[in-house]
Structures are given as structure tokens and as C-alpha cells.
């Protein structure tokens, strides 16, 4: 079955660093494009990143763009979001999702906190 176990989230300061995992399994992870999405507390999931399936094209969020790159490594079924710069409007949980044969797939999530 397919899984997603995202990785890497903690308590930050502003205008500091994270990078977040996703491994995945249970699909052909090279076929499909990745995304990372966020749901701040009290608000919607909105989608942050995504990435097509070797990784040529890339997709952001105004609010994240030049600040969070998104990339997957294909032999180790991961995807990743490197996110610098953070600002408080960042703290979210940060979810990995595909969207494999017609269903979409989440994982648990991680949760960033960025706060001085």
C-alpha cells in the first residue's frame, strides 16, 4: 500500500532553515509527481510545492517562492523541501501527497514552528 512518512520539522527561528523529508513506498515513485502541502492552525491545506516525476518541473506558492526548492531523489523514493528564510507565517504542518491512479494519498504530516 502506498505510504508517506514526512521527516524533519522542528522549532525554527525566523529567518532560519529546515529541511523536510518525504520517503515513500507501495508505488513506482519515479512515475508520479510529488507535492507539499501545509495547513497553518485554523486554516485550510493549501498546496506549497510541486515537482514532476524526474524532477524537471517545479511549481511554488507566491508565498514560498525563492525562498522553498523542492527536489526528489529517485533511488531513494524521496522527495524533499528545503525552506529558508522561514518567517512565522511559515508554522504549519507540512504534509507530502501523491495522487496515484486516481487516488490521492497523505502522509501524517510534520509540524514547523517558527518562532523566536
Known amino acids: 500500500q502506498v505510504q508517506l512518512v514526512e521527516s524533519g520539522g522542528g522549532l525554527v527561528q525566523p529567518g532560519g532553515s529546515l529541511r523536510l523529508s518525504c520517503a515513500a513506498s507501495g508505488f513506482t515513485f519515479s512515475s508520479y509527481a510529488m507535492s507539499w502541502y501545509r495547513q497553518a492552525p485554523g486554516k485550510e491545506r493549501d498546496m506549497v510545492a510541486v515537482i514532476s516525476n524526474v524532477g524537471r518541473t517545479t511549481n511554488y506558492a507566491d508565498s514560498v517562492k525563492g525562498r522553498f526548492t523542492i527536489s526528489r531523489d529517485n533511488a531513494k523514493n524521496t522527495v524533499y523541501l528545503q525552506m529558508n528564510s522561514l518567517k512565522s507565517e511559515d508554522t504549519a504542518v507540512y504534509f507530502c501527497?501523491?495522487?496515484?491512479?486516481?487516488?490521492?494519498?497523505w502522509g501524517k504530516g510534520t509540524l514547523v514552528t517558527v518562532s523566536s
Open positions: 501527497t501523491v495522487r496515484v491512479r486516481g487516488m490521492s494519498y
